[in-house]
């Protein structure tokens, strides 16, 4: 068993949490497999070490098990759906402490560009000619608080309101209770009609006032945003080097595990329902 020394590595509060949410191993089930050589904690270890540093796989410490061990284990839960299954029972228990519903009926939607590296092939980046940035874009969802409920990542080149159709169609299995989406003015136009028709979700518009310069914090769109500075602050988000996007889609949202197995076990007591602070 490793000596745990990095800011990183999970708590035994936090391990609390996470472990009974993980498959269990190949040889407990009924098909049978073998059994596994590194203890499931030092794999998520090694995977949050990877997200909060932004190294490469192959420069892990060697006090973690083997990276091709590692990435396999990622890989493996990012396409079970382990991963999302984590983060919506991680949500769904803050919402509780906070005195509301486990589950969200309103959201908010915002995107993000993001430069891509040369791992990222040119068939999954693209060009945002309004960011002018070239790699990929981010879509995120999260509920009133900032606790999120979906990540989504395309080409930098494909417009929100396009992305939007296929994030608002994958909310709307996930979580049918949700109905109404605050979002920007990028979402607006035919959207709108869309989401209602198909989806029965409505979209709220929020616009930057007339004549405003500078910084303005806009109603429930800070939410989002402020969602989105928090999960940058994980260093393999500062730039996209994931070879395929669910695995992009997959390292947000342990960043995002991260910040809420820290919220649920950190010393102070319970936080008031209305400052919800994800960040550490």
Known sequence: MRHRRYPSDTTDAEWALIEPL?????????????????????IVDAIRYVVDTGCKWRALPADFPPCRTVWGFMARWAAAGVVGQI?????GRIRREMGKGPRAVATIIDSQSVKAASTVGKDSRGYDPGKKINGRKR????????????????????????????????????HPEITI?????????KLVTW????????????ARPKDSSG?????????????????????????????????????????????????????????PAADLDLAV
């Open 22 to 42: 993980l498959p269990p191993p190949a040889c407990e089930t009924p098909g049978g497999g073998r059994p596994e050589k590194h203890p499931r904690r030092e």
């Open 195 to 206: 989401a209602k028709k198909h989806l029965n979700l409505t979209i709220k518009t929020v």
């Open 181 to 189: 989406v605050w979002a920007d003015r990028a979402y607006a136009g």
């Open 215 to 271: 910084l303005v914090l806009l109603p429930r769109r800070w939410v989002v945003e402020r969602s989105l500075a928090w999960m940058m602050n994980a260093r393999r988000h500062a730039r996209d080097y994931e070879r395929l996007i669910q695995h992009s889609d997959t390292l947000i949202t342990w960043a995002a595990i991260t910040l809420m197995t820290r919220r649920l076990t950190r010393p102070q007591a319970k936080t």
């Open 87 to 91: 983060r919506d029972v991680l949500s």
């Open 139 to 174: 879509h995120l969802v999260v509920d009133t608080r900032g606790l999120p409920l979906m990540v989504m990542v395309t080409p930098a080149d494909l417009h929100d309101s396009q992305a939007a159709k296929e994030v608002l169609f994958r909310l709307r299995l996930m």
